[in-house]
């Protein structure tokens, strides 16, 4: 019974070969009529054959010309390098005596003016040193003063010495002709003049004449004396020459323990403190000077038309929004390799051509308000090569 009630398993029919329809399907090709196949969608047609797409894309393409090329007309104008920084010459100060700050009269990055007291230096040893010098000076003045002196007097010496010579020496000469005349009348005239009259005619010629000599001598002797006295004036002269200079020395390393500031400028790198011992040449401080420009290294193929006096506009790394206007001061003659510490020898070796750098000098018009410029911050300038 059971056997009987099982149906019979009817077989599943191979699906037909590849590419024959299945039995019950129409065969491509034979769709009815006015009936599209599933699998085929209708072309868009192109959009570079739509009229409106060309005449814009026309359009587009003229006016990213017409920028080019005022963008090209316009860039040529100028010439621009970022290898550019602000410069100046900074003032370093150092002291020239040594000796302990007693006194800081400036803080740090603060405006200064010509002559401002910047710090103190102990002035005790300076004043001593002044005081000791003008004291040698006085003893050598008190020197001078007495050769001076001695000079005088010996020149008074000398002086009546010569006008007692003189007078002997007239007194001589009556004596020598009355003594000729004398023994003349007795030879012409015996007992004329008696033998007694003509030793004394003698004996006074004599006298007078060894007057004469002795006055010569004490006039030789006063000169001598007139020409040490001169040579010690001459040396004390000298002496006080090199003491007063070493007084006018002392009053200026008095002078020097006070440090001024010689610009208007800000005080920058200040390292020196309350009761520090500072020594001569030790900088303690630098001024950067209110007076500053642009150091722009230009490469050699830039400078064809630049010329001293163009305009130039600067931007600055530190005030993006502020425009500077410059002009042209100078350009250096020779790159900034051939002034290194080892200058390139292209003599020697292989060359390779490197397109140097040369430094311009850019002067700034007028400084922009409310911006710290200083030496080494980074610019931009751009200089007008054609008006």
């Known amino acids: 019974m059971a056997a009987d009630d099982q149906k019979p398993v009817q077989p599943k029919p191979a699906p037909p070969p590849e590419g024959q329809p299945q039995q019950g399907q129409p065969q ?23 009229p409106l797409v060309l005449l814009i894309g026309a359009a587009v393409l003229v006016v990213v010309i017409i920028a080019a090329l005022l963008w090209w007309l316009q860039a040529r104008r100028w010439v621009n390098t970022d290898d550019a920084y602000i410069d100046t010459k900074i003032v370093h100060l150092a002291p020239q005596v040594a000796g302990s700050v007693n006194h800081i009269y400036v803080g740090d990055n603060v405006l200064v003016q010509p002559g401002q007291v910047l710090l103190d230096i102990e002035p005790s040893s300076a004043r001593a040193s002044l005081q000791q010098a003008q004291g040698q000076v006085g003893q050598a003045g008190a020197s001078v003063e007495q050769a001076q002196t001695q000079i005088a007097a010996n020149t008074a010496t000398w002086r009546q010495s010569r006008a007692d010579a003189d007078a002997a020496a007239a007194q001589a000469v009556q004596a020598e002709d009355d003594l000729r005349r004398y023994l003349t009348a007795q030879r012409i005239a015996a007992g004329s003049v008696s033998q007694q009259q003509v030793d004394q005619a003698r004996a006074t010629a004599r006298n007078l004449e060894a007057q004469r000599r002795s006055a010569l001598e004490k006039a030789q002797n006063a000169a001598d004396q007139i020409a040490t006295a001169q040579a010690q004036l001459k040396a004390a002269q000298q002496q006080q020459r090199a003491l007063q200079g070493q007084a006018q020395q002392a009053q200026i390393n008095l002078g020097n323990t006070r440090l001024f500031s010689p610009v208007a400028g800000h005080v920058a790198n200040r390292t020196v403190a309350l009761g520090d011992y500072v020594q001569p040449g030790q900088e303690v401080m630098a001024i950067v000077p209110l007076n500053v420009w642009i150091t722009a290294n230009y490469k050699e193929t830039q400078l064809a038309n630049m010329r001293v006096g163009q305009k130039v506009e600067v931007k600055i790394d530190a005030c993006p929004h502020t425009k500077v206007r410059a002009h042209v001061d100078s350009i250096q ?24 750098r040369v ?24 200089v007008l090569v054609r008006p």
């Open 28 to 50: 491509q090709g034979q769709a009815q009529q006015g009936q599209k196949p599933p699998d085929q969608k209708p072309k868009k047609p192109s959009p570079f054959k739509n």
């Open 333 to 356: 003659r020779g790159a900034g390799q051939a002034f290194g510490i080892l200058p390139a020898q292209n003599a020697t070796g292989n060359f390779v051509k490197v397109v140097q």
């Open 359 to 382: 430094p311009v000098k850019i002067v700034f018009d007028t400084l922009p308000r409310d911006c710290p410029l200083g030496p080494g911050m980074s610019v931009r300038p751009k």
